[in-house]
């Protein structure tokens, strides 16, 4: 039975034949499942509030049954417009079709082929690919399941290479919900409330933010706050501040001999979607560079061209030492990976990384064509003009009420 549901899954390469296959394994179970075809949203949610873990915060109630493009349809057939794309997930739209084939078709060959068993096509396919797309340098590859995961891994292998401990984080940010990530997360309390002890040795620098450093600026644009004169690192004073800060922590709370890494996310995701001044992070690079910590740019939310580039750092003209990515990698299937300087890599010995489901093989085919969407689609391009469309017309509505919306900022469609 398993085996010719999963070869007639891995021949529908069309939306109908999808359609069938889908219906034909329903058919199967059909009675098994505790709802009827009269089961509506409310009870379905009701039952869901019931069962699931209090634990997950969710924005609504809604059952959905069917995503499309932007688009979003619940069990009631209410179509919503899904303006969180999964929370920056699905960046091709929900169901592309070219990603849908390539997963079904996958399913038809191989689900699953265990990292720390053996090699298999997608995985290596994948590697060749990213290697087109990352910043140059970045030559070696591990993949996980999802962005919390991949940050674990990055600070695993920023702990080998360096022979150090410490980890500094920027405030505001969001590196995910598993221990050693939770423990980085600086955005909200709650992800973190009751479950110390933390992992040790995480210290917090500030953001270039201007209602973080400047909260009475007149002016929320980092190019316009009034700059410095005689600067130890930057003119700009958001940057400036942020780096002598980061400079203190270095000589009175965690000396450099004992600093792996300062992660940052490029533009500041849950902590508020803010990009950084244009000259910060090659600053806080450099400054890395001269104390001999790595810099790790969590680009989990901001990766995979939600700014209009494939990954943000590229508009600061930065090569990180390690990057993260997952959420747009797969467009919702689980996936993530870090790529880091092979040097850095080896200081992994064989054994120390790894995973049941790490690098899945579907998950690693619906990556590529992924990729093959961003290519013959331009979406880059339409994500920088949508992007620009979005900014002005907001801009033009606070102009209209202006004490009604305080700030418009961000970069692409991170906005």
């Known amino acids: 039975m398993i085996r010719r549901e999963a070869v007639a ?3 529908c390469f069309a939306r109908q034949n999808m359609a069938l296959c889908r219906s034909a394994i329903a058919s199967r179970w059909k009675g098994r499942a505790c709802f009827s075809s009269r089961s509506n949203e409310s009870s379905l949610a009701e039952f869901g509030k019931a069962h699931v873990c209090p634990g997950i915060g969710r924005l609504t109630d809604h059952v959905v049954h069917k995503g499309d493009g932007s688009w979003l349809e619940t069990v009631d057939g209410k179509r919503l417009l899904d303006f969180t794309s999964g929370i920056g997930v699905c960046n091709v739209g929900h169901c592309h079709p070219h990603v849908t ?4 078709r996958q399913t038809g060959a191989l689900v699953h082929g265990q990292v720390n068993v053996m090699f298999h096509n997608p995985m290596l396919q994948l590697i060749a690919r990213l290697r087109t797309v990352v910043p140059s340098g970045l030559d070696s590859f591990f993949f996980w399941n999802s962005g919390a995961e991949a940050v674990e891994a990055a600070m695993k292998v920023a702990r080998l290479y360096t022979k150090k401990q410490n980890i500094i984080v920027l405030q505001g940010g969001y590196h995910g919900r598993t221990f050693g990530s939770m423990s980085l997360t600086t955005s909200k309390t709650v ?3 009751g479950f110390g002890p933390l992992v040790a040795g995480v210290f917090t620098m500030p953001y270039p933010y201007v209602r973080q450093i400047c909260p009475f600026s007149p002016t929320t644009d ?3 706050v ?4 005689s600067p130890r690192f930057s003119s700009n004073p958001l940057s400036e501040y942020s780096l002598l800060h980061l400079e203190m922590i270095l000589k009175q709370q965690s000396a450099p ?3 792996a890494a300062v992660i940052v996310e490029p533009v500041l995701g849950e902590g508020g979607y803010v990009a950084p001044p244009a000259d910060f992070l090659k600053k806080l690079h450099e400054l890395c560079n001269a104390h001999g910590i790595l810099l790790i740019a969590d680009e989990v939310q901001s990766g995979f061209g939600r700014t209009g580039k494939m990954f943000a750092v590229e508009h600061f003209g930065v090569t990180p030492d390690i990057l993260i990515m997952a959420k747009g990698l797969a467009n919702g299937m689980p996936l993530s990976a870090i790529a880091a300087r092979p040097e850095i890599m080896a200081a992994c010995p064989p054994g120390s990384m790894g995973g049941t489901y790490a690098g899945n093989a579907v998950a690693c085919a619906a990556a590529m064509a992924v990729l093959d969407v961003f290519e013959k689609q331009n979406v880059l391009q ?3 003009s949508r992007g620009e469309q979005l900014q002005e017309g907001l801009r033009a509505i606070q ?3 202006p004490g009604v919306i305080r700030d418009v900022r961000g970069l692409g469609l991170m906005v």
């Open 399 to 401: 102009r209209k009420y």
């Open 222 to 224: 980092p190019s316009k």
């Open 101 to 104: 084939e390539a997963i079904c």
């Open 257 to 259: 001999s004992e600093t």
């Open 191 to 193: 992800y973190r409330a």
């Open 382 to 384: 339409n994500v920088s």
């Open 9 to 11: 899954v891995g021949s």
């Open 226 to 229: 009034a700059s410095v004169s």
